[in-house]
């Protein structure tokens, strides 16, 4: 067990530009979530898959956002035309349905976007 | 929006005391986690207690859920500096719901 990784840690781009970040879960969890938590905020929801499947979607995943998450491994996170609103940490967790421990999310260290 | 609301904003106490957070929300929910973020180990899931459950008991953490008051309450004993962190309720709803809600946290600092 290494593990969600996510990458990169840091992100600095442009106005107007598109970026991508990268989950690796945990090995065996079919569940994948993605949040983004802003200075002295908790996280907040983004989306969640089962699997390949993306099952829950927030109000906050305007049409700039998409996530995909294909041959339910790892997931990917493409912002496009980035906003100065934008700039927060992204987060990826994951989670089993299965074992004693269903609703327990694992956490990856985050990628910070900032955009200038 | 954030369905959880941490209270107190911010708390400093010095080691060896006990530290108390609460945590109110809005709607029902299947059930109710607590976390720790700080800067060098991340957002950690600390504990969960389900719907039908008062009190939860984990090393020295306790945590109540009371679902007529919609509040939760986290217990930290015989606190250390190491417990320096942000706590965050999360709830989940119900009806078979993934999505968790994050509150907007406690600050906890311990003094040695």
């Known amino acids: 067990d290494t593990g969600v990784s996510q990458n990169p840690r840091h992100k600095i781009t442009k106005r107007g530009q598109n970026v991508t970040f990268r989950c690796d879960p945990i090995s065996e969890h079919n569940r994948l979530y993605w949040y983004r938590q802003t200075l002295g905020q908790g996280p907040e929801f983004l989306t969640y898959?089962?699997?390949?499947?993306?099952?829950?979607k927030s109000r906050l995943l305007s049409d700039r956002f998409s996530a995909e998450r294909p041959k339910g491994s790892f997931s990917t996170l493409e912002i496009q035309r980035t906003e100065q609103g934008d700039s927060a940490m992204y987060l990826c967790?994951?989670?089993?349905?299965?074992?004693?421990?269903?609703?327990?999310?694992?956490f990856g260290p985050g990628t910070r976007l900032t955009v200038t | 929006s954030q369905q959880g609301e941490e209270d107190p904003q911010a708390l400093s106490i010095q080691e060896g005391e006990n530290a108390t957070m609460n945590c109110s929300y809005k709607?029902?929910?299947?059930?109710l986690q607590w976390y720790r973020q700080n800067s060098g180990r991340g957002l950690v899931h600390l504990i969960l207690i389900r719907s039908n459950e008062r009190e939860k008991h984990s090393g020295r953490l306790r945590v109540t859920l009371d679902t007529s008051k919609k509040s939760s309450s986290l217990l930290i004993t015989a606190s250390r500096a190491a417990d320096t962190a942000s706590y965050f309720c999360?709830?989940?709803?119900?009806?078979?719901?993934?999505?968790?809600?994050f509150g907007t946290g406690t600050k906890l600092q311990v003094i040695p």
């Open positions: 999360a709830t989940a709803l119900s009806g078979g719901y993934q999505k968790v809600t």
């Open positions: 898959f089962q699997n390949e499947a993306q099952l829950e």
């Open positions: 967790a994951s989670s089993s349905d299965r074992g004693s421990k269903p609703h327990e999310q694992y």
């Open positions: 709607t029902s929910i299947n059930n």
